[in-house]
């Protein structure tokens, strides 16, 4: 399969209702789409990078650092239907990342490492990175989703609660000494014709309950596959996550 069959598309959206200008926030004199864009373009395997955005100022940022960026109908509503929209003017492309715009700390590694699977098996239609949770905080935290994963690494479940339960008495650092447990990272690879048939599924109320897109894919049947990182990213959702970064990169510039 050649690279030009390999785009990354990374969605952006002007509005948050907990960070207003989410993409373009400084980070350390870059906005933080170009964060994003430029870790993504660390790459092996994406020959293609575009932002699909629904405002024209991200457009603007985008094109000013050089990249390309595509507008889209501010009606879609959400990242995924955003990237399918975007998916669909490359017709030649066979394989699909959806790049999350608000994780600044991305790496092609971990990009590179979730489109392998799809190179070499064709079981499967999509494939997301996991990682050993860390910390009690990362297991508790709502907004770091948990996922069980079957002997062969693909997801039985996701959820925003610590799973596996462990009976009698919960996860504590003791614990997690004895037990594995994983955090999702929200990267998808799709093969382009299954990003299209996600985003036609009706959504669940399963997936509504938990607010968690993956668990459309497992209640109509589909193996998701995981992969099992070293790298981590950082999801900027507030002012004190983005301070988190900015101390991230000085700290990298020290090195």
């Known amino acids: 399969m ?23 926030i400084d980070l350390c004199g870059k906005p933080m789409i170009q964060r994003v864009y430029e870790g993504a373009s660390t790459s092996r395997f994406l020959n293609k990078i575009v932002v699909a955005t629904d405002d024209e100022r991200i ?16 009606s ?8 399918a929209y ?8 066979e394989i699909v990342a959806n790049i999350q715009g608000d994780e600044p700390l991305i790496r ?8 392998q699977p799809l190179l070499n098996e064709s079981s499967f239609r999509v494939a997301t990175p996991v990682r050993q949770v860390e910390t009690i905080e990362e297991l508790y935290s709502p907004g770091i989703p948990k996922v069980v994963v079957t002997e062969d690494f693909f ?47 009706p959504r669940t109320e399963l997936e509504k309950t938990e607010s968690l897109e993956q ?8 193996k998701i596959k995981t992969v099992l990182t070293q790298h981590n990213t950082f999801s900027v959702d507030t002012f ?3 301070e988190f970064v900015r101390e991230k990169l000085r700290a990298k510039k020290l090195e």
């Open 2 to 24: 050649s690279n030009e069959k390999i785009i990354g598309i990374i969605p952006s959206r002007y509005g948050s209702t907990r960070l207003a200008a989410k993409p373009l």
């Open 59 to 74: 457009v603007v940022a985008v094109r000013k650092f050089g990249g390309e960026a595509i507008m889209t109908p501010t």
């Open 76 to 83: 879609i509503e959400s990242g995924t239907e955003r990237v």
């Open 86 to 93: 975007v998916a669909k003017l490359f017709p030649n492309a």
């Open 108 to 115: 092609g590694e971990m990009i590179d490492e979730t489109i």
């Open 155 to 201: 997801a039985m479940y996701f959820s925003r609660f610590p799973i596996p339960f462990i009976q009698k008495e919960l996860p504590t650092r003791e614990t997690q000494k004895h037990f594995t447990f994983y955090k999702h990272i929200g990267l998808y690879v799709f093969r382009a014709d299954a990003l299209q048939a996600f985003t036609a599924l």
């Open 215 to 222: 668990l459309r894919m497992l209640f109509y049947g589909w």
């Open 240 to 242: 004190a996550d983005a």
